[in-house]
Structure formats: C-alpha cells, structure tokens
C-alpha cells in the first residue's frame, strides 16, 4: 500500500469509529457491530492476499488498522485477528472468512482415533473469545507432534472474564470434544505458531502504540484548554515538563514497535522483546503522566482518558510482561556473549535503514 | 565523511557516517580532539562560512590537522545563552574581542573556537538579535586559557578570557547579526547523535563480559532491559538523522533523542551498579571497577552538557505548542 493508500485507511477506520461512536466498557454487543462495520469495508481481512478472499495490503497496513482502532479505544479482536490468527491461519494454506476470530495461547492436546480428532484442554485468559465465531489454537498430541487447529467456538466451554479495561479475557476449555467442523494440520517448529507469545506480544506492542499516540494527544489537548491562575495550564513549566517526557516515552515506543513490525509479519525475536519491553515502559510512564496532568476529571468514569490508560495497564501485562520480555532478551545476550550485543543492537535495523 | 570532495571530505552520505560514529563510540574509540569541528563547527563553516573560510579551514579539519571548541557558555550565561555579554566592537584593523567563555570543552587542546558574541547593544523586545558569530584563532594575543578540572581531577571544561583579541572580518562566521540562527542551527547538530545515548555503552558491554556465570537473574534483567531501550532510541536517531539528510530540521525529536538518550545513560549506570551488588564480592576484575567507578562519577554530567534536559524538553513544549 502506498503511504497515500495507508493515510485514506487510517482516516477510514478513524471516520467509521467516530461515526459508530461506541462507548465504554467495550460490551460484547459494541464488538460485534463493529466487526461487521469494518468487514463491510474489508478491513477485517487487510494483510489477506486478494487471491485469498482478502483485501490486500501487508501486515504493515494490518498494523495500521490496529492501532487506530486502539487509539479510538474501539471494541473487538482486531489486533487478535489481523495480527495473529490470520497470519496464522495463512500460513497454514487456510483461506481466512470475514466472521470474527481470536486466537487461544494455552494447553491443548490432540487425540487421534477412528472417529477423527478429539481436542482437549485449556486456555486462560482467551482474548473476546465470546464473540469470536472460530479460535485458532496451536496443540500437540501424545507423540509430541504440533498442530495448528481451529475451531468453532461454539464447540467448546467459554466462562467469562476481563482485564482491567473491562475488555472480554475469557477462559476456555474442551474434554473430549470430537472435532466436527474444525481445521486441523501438521505444523513444525518453522511455523508462527510455535511462537504464539511473540506474536501476541508484538500484537500488544501495535496497540499500545496507538493507545500512546492518542494518550499524547489529549494530554496536550487539555494542558492547552484547562485554565488555572488566570492560563492554561500547558503554560506551566512543571507541566511542560511532564508533556514533554510523555513525549519523548511515545516516540521511542513508536520506534521500536514500528522495527518490529515488518512487511510480511515476519517476526525478529530481538526486535520484538525490545518492542514489548519499550511499549510496556512506555505504558507505564505515559499512563502516569497523563493522568497527572488531567488532574482530577482525568481519574474520572466520564472523562475518556482512562479508555486509554486502562488499555495501557491491561496490555502491557499480557503475552509477557516489561520484565518477562527483558529476562529473555537478557538470556540471548547472555548466550551470545559480550562481544555479541552491539551486533545484536545493529541487527534491528535490517529493516529500517534503506 | 559527508563533505564535499573539493573540502577534504568524502562526499558520503549521512547515514554512512552515522555508522561509523556509532562503531566508534561502540567500541569505545577515542573521538574527542575531532568530535566538535567534525560534527558541528565544520558543517557551521560549510553552511554559513565564507569560500575562503571554507578553503582554508575545512582541509585542515578533514586531514585531522586542526582541533575546534565551542564558545558559547559564559559564567553568567549557561542555560540562558541569549544574555551572553563577551563583547565584538569593530575598530579600524577589524574586530575586537573581550569577554569570558566557560566550560569550554577541550580549549586547552583546540585551534579554533567559534565564538557567540554581541555586536549590538542587547533589544529587551528580541534578545536573540545582535549576536554573531566569529572563528577565533586561539593562538592570538589576548587569549588566555585556565583549565577547570571536573570532579574526577581530569581535565576537560576550560574558561577562556579574551582581552580585545583581534579577530579580522574574514574570521566572522555568517553574517552579523545573524548569531542565534547559526548557533541553533549548529546546535540540532549537537543534539540528535549516537553519542547522546552510547557513553555507557562500553560499560553494559563489560558488565555484559562480568555477570557471572550464571549471571544473577537481576543483571539478566537488566540486560535485557537495558538493551530494548537503546535499540529504541537508536531507531529514533536514525530517523532523525535521515530527516536531517533531507534538509530538515526535527529539532523536537532531536531534543528527546538528547533527553531520553542521556537519562539512558544514567539509568544504565544505575542498573548495573546495583545488579553488581549480587555479584561477586571482590567486585570482580579491576578493568571493570575503574570503568563503574568513572561512570559514576561522570554520570551527572550527561544531562547537564549540550543543553540541560530540561531546556531541552522546553523545545519539545514549544513544539508541542505548549508555549
């Protein structure tokens, strides 16, 4: 997609989110109606190859989708869908449908007999596994063989849950459950699904980008309407300051995550642990930040800064947090050695240096 | 690197230099006696100088024959760098320069110093006006250099008292008048850089060679941590540099680039010498010790020099359109 082609995309998810005006807390409700809007509009297969059933674009431009949706706070598996179960399900030669999807990182078994595959197991936590009409999961059976499968929702037990942003994080599990209607194949180490926790973490990182950017921008917003002692209140040094630091917090998160986010979805262990780690710190700051600067509406149900910082808390927890993410970074430079670091550092930018 | 040919340079590109900066400092190559007039008083000259400027000083830089400070600061003007008071009158042989400059980097080692002075009275409506700019030959009559020591005994910042030195008409740099343009020009050079987040670099490097094996699961952590946030910060500078190879000025995400990065600098002193803490007791090899013990004690220095952080974060709120 060219960059005048992803700025009319970006204004279009933007236009129809505003449109649909969809509050808080994200209900189920909200998150089925905004998935049919945006698959009328194909958004919910950007990053599918039209050859298969999708709307084009790169998984860059499926980035794009997801963190506008995440700086309008919209409700719904985007980031789910376009950033982890699709690719997945491509990757396996699967065409993916424009009904909504999310992916399950859990224990899960696969039995084998006559009668055909039978999944048992669970996952926590499952991201809007409630409003997802298929789960895309990968397991294993007896002899240690991977699989990626997917199946109807319906098929198995869903018992609600949530973050602290009230978005739907529901656990889900199967015993026995013949599989009737579902895809099951043969995957490898090679596959992306071996690597479920990078792809939910990168997919965490892009929305938490989107969330910062947003977070900044009504930050600054308000600095610049809220008057005390006779001005705003963005004239003030110490609140200068804080902005200013916020920031500093958004543009360096931007830069990782946007370095691990490439063309094809192909995922750089390193540049991903460093896009989680840095969005998480980033999340973290920026969140406290802006909240200081609202003041008292900001900590506010009425006032929409907390849509995002709630985000903010939630996401920067899952698949790995700051501090998970920095141990296992940690251990590849400890395995590399000393001498290793600073070509692991350069390593990064592969894919931003023209 | 990036110069024209006819200069002494080598006509190579931004992005070219900019790796080989960052080996450099990586590596922990010494780059001082060079790092100010390859970075900032060359390009000053090829932006602003004279022809003959140009043909005579740039050379000479490029060839590693001829060493440059920076005269801005002064003792009652730091931050505030629009109150500087060292003085240029004009007189029949040509200008006449009298003033203090402080914590002037390496003067004890340079041959030039480019020089912030006042050339007209101070306009309380505009005080960036009235201020130019000169290339001071050190060696001239008048110059007088004392070192000030840091707080580590090393030698480094300088004052430099100037009683009417003579500077000729073919020594002012750009125009007069024009001085602040040219210094906050100069300064976006100064500010965006690898150097602003690599001192410490060779410090996570050795604590990288020392944490035990097995490391403690605290200095894995840091590592870990520590790394993510400077490949963060050097996607960022990247894109800064590549903006200033367009002819832009990003002077906002140059100042976070300097704000983020030089925090990081301190906040990778402060991890390590805490992870060091469940190391081994007799604190390891003594390449080692000497490099956290320096650290320390220059860490406060890398959010103070080239613009406090937060000066810097000013710029960031003017951008934002905070003031």
Redesign the interface.
Same mark, same amino acid.
């Given at each position: 997609m060219s960059g005048t082609e992803r700025e009319l995309l970006v204004e279009t998810v933007e236009g129809l989110l505003h449109g649909a005006g969809f509050g808080d807390p994200p209900t189920e409700g909200a998150a089925q109606q905004a998935w049919k809007l945006f698959a009328e509009y194909g958004l919910t297969l950007v990053g599918v190859p039209e050859d298969r059933n999708g709307s084009g674009g790169t998984f860059e431009d499926a980035s794009a989708v997801v963190r506008v949706v995440a700086a309008e706070a919209g409700p719904g598996a985007f980031a789910e869908a376009l950033l982890v179960a699709q690719p997945f399900q491509m990757r396996t030669g699967w065409v993916p449908s424009d009904a909504p999807v999310t992916f399950a990182d859990g224990t899960w078994r696969l039995d084998r007999d006559s009668a055909g595959f039978t999944l048992s197991g669970h996952a926590r936590r499952v991201p809007w596994a409630r409003v997802a009409e298929r789960i895309v999961m990968p397991a294993s059976d007896d002899a240690g063989q991977r699989y990626l499968v997917e199946v109807p929702t319906s098929e198995l037990d869903v018992v609600h849950g949530t973050n602290v942003a009230d978005e739907p994080r529901d656990d889900v599990a199967a015993e026995g459950v013949i599989l009737r209607d579902g895809r099951v194949r043969e995957i490898d180490d090679r596959h992306p699904a071996a690597d479920v926790e990078m792809w939910g973490a990168r997919a965490r990182s892009v929305q938490i980008s989107g969330a910062l950017g947003a977070v900044l921008e009504m930050t600054?917003r308000y &600095?610049?309407e809220r008057v005390q002692f006779g001005r705003p209140i963005?004239?003030f040094?110490a609140?200068?300051?804080h !902005? $200013? $630091?916020l920031?500093?917090e958004v543009?360096?998160?931007r830069? &990782?995550v946007?370095?691990a986010v490439t063309d094809d979805g192909e995922i750089d262990p390193?540049?991903t $642990?460093? $896009?989680k !780690?840095?969005a998480g710190?980033a999340a973290s700051n920026a969140a406290a930040l802006a909240h200081q600067v609202h003041g008292a509406i900001g900590f506010t149900q009425e006032h929409r800064l907390h849509r995002l910082t709630r985000r903010l808390w939630s996401w920067r927890e899952e698949f790995g947090n *700051?501090?998970y +993410?920095?141990?296992?970074?940690? *251990?590849w !430079?400890?395995e590399r050695?000393?001498?290793g670091? +600073?070509p692991?550092?350069?390593s990064?930018?592969r894919s931003?240096?023209? | 690197m990036t110069w024209p040919r006819e200069f002494g340079g080598h006509e190579r590109s931004s992005l070219e230099r900019y790796v080989v900066i960052e080996e450099l400092l990586a590596a922990g190559a010494p780059v001082a006696a060079h790092w100010i007039a390859d970075r900032q008083s060359g390009p000053s000259i090829l932006r602003f100088g004279t022809e003959e400027q140009q043909r005579t000083i740039l050379p000479r830089i490029a060839s590693g024959d001829c060493y440059f400070c920076i005269g801005m600061s002064e003792p009652d003007s730091g931050s505030d760098l629009a109150s500087v008071r060292t003085r240029a009158v004009r007189d029949l042989e040509g200008w006449r320069l009298s003033g203090t400059k402080l914590w002037t980097s390496h003067a004890h080692r340079s041959h030039y110093m480019i020089t912030l002075c006042r050339t007209a009275d101070v306009d309380e409506d505009d005080r960036h006006t009235g201020l130019s700019q000169f290339i001071v030959d050190l060696s001239s009559p008048g110059v007088e250099i004392r070192p000030v020591p840091l707080l580590t005994g090393e030698p480094h910042f300088n004052e430099v008292v100037l009683d009417e030195v003579l500077v000729p008409d073919s020594r002012v740099l750009g125009e007069i008048g024009d001085g602040w343009r040219q210094v906050t020009s100069e300064l976006t050079y100064e500010r965006s850089g690898p150097e602003r987040f690599l001192s410490t670099f060779p410090l996570l490097v050795e604590f990288a060679r020392r944490s035990g094996d097995p490391p403690s699961e605290v200095g894995t952590v840091a590592l870990g941590e520590l790394t993510a946030q400077l490949v963060a910060l050097r996607h960022v500078s990247l894109a800064v540099n590549a903006a200033l190879d367009r002819q832009e000025q990003p002077q906002v995400e140059a100042a976070l680039v300097k704000d983020q990065g030089t925090r990081l600098e301190q906040h990778i002193v402060e991890q390590i010498r805490r992870a060091r803490g469940l190391g081994q007791r007799d604190g390891g090899s003594e390449r080692f010790r000497t490099m956290m013990d320096q650290a320390v004690m220059h860490a406060p220095g890398f959010t103070l020099r080239g613009g406090t952080n937060e000066i810097l974060r000013g710029i960031v709120a003017r951008g934002l359109g905070l003031r």
């Open positions: 600054v &600095a610049g963005a004239r040094q609140v200068q300051q !902005i $200013a $630091a920031a500093g543009v360096a998160a830069a &990782a946007s370095a390193v540049s $642990a460093a $896009a !780690i840095r710190i *700051e501090l +993410w920095s141990r296992r970074l940690g *251990e !430079i400890v050695g000393a001498d670091l +600073w692991l550092i350069t990064t930018s931003v240096v023209p | -």
